[in-house]
């Protein structure tokens, strides 16, 4: 989404792109992700879309970082544990742009996927870059059944 408003941005406005985490662009994609508020998610990954969603499957389950976890291990095999003062979810990302009361801003989801790598002291992709697009298609396509929360609030 961030792309599209880009390019809206710079060939249609003559305006500036936003950076892919900018509070621009996040508030932005809050409010547009707001429309859909309630409607179930949809997300394709056939086509064009299956070699990203089959990358960012493997970045899912891949062991970095020097405490050597996956995504997977924490959202995956430990859903509904305690992680300090935290109650690990699924890790799904229906309600991004999210609100967080740990830093009083609109998230944006590769913002949080950051976060998380660092947590497991890996070197996070760049926001906005290729690896965290492919890897968000594949949380994506676990959100069956759920509804768009846009913008959640969290911890
Ligand atoms: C050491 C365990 C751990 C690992 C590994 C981990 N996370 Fe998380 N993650 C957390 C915790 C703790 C939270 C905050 C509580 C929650 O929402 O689960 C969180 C939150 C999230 C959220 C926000 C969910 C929401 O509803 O707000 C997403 C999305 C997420 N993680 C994705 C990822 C991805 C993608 C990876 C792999 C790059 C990853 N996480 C790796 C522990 C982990």
Known sequence: MQDLVNECRTERMGAD??????????????????????????VVIDGDAASFWEQGKDLYYTLVGQLDMACSNCHEDNYGVMIRVDHLSQGQINGFPTYRLKNAKLNSIHGRFKGCMKNIRATPFAEGGDEFKALELYPASRTEGLSVETPSVRN
Do not use: D, E, H
Not at 18 to 39: D, F, N
């Open 17 to 42: 792109a936003w950076k892919w985490s900018s509070g621009q662009m996040t508030a932005v994609t809050a409010l547009i992700g707001l429309q859909s508020r309630g409607m179930q998610m949809n």
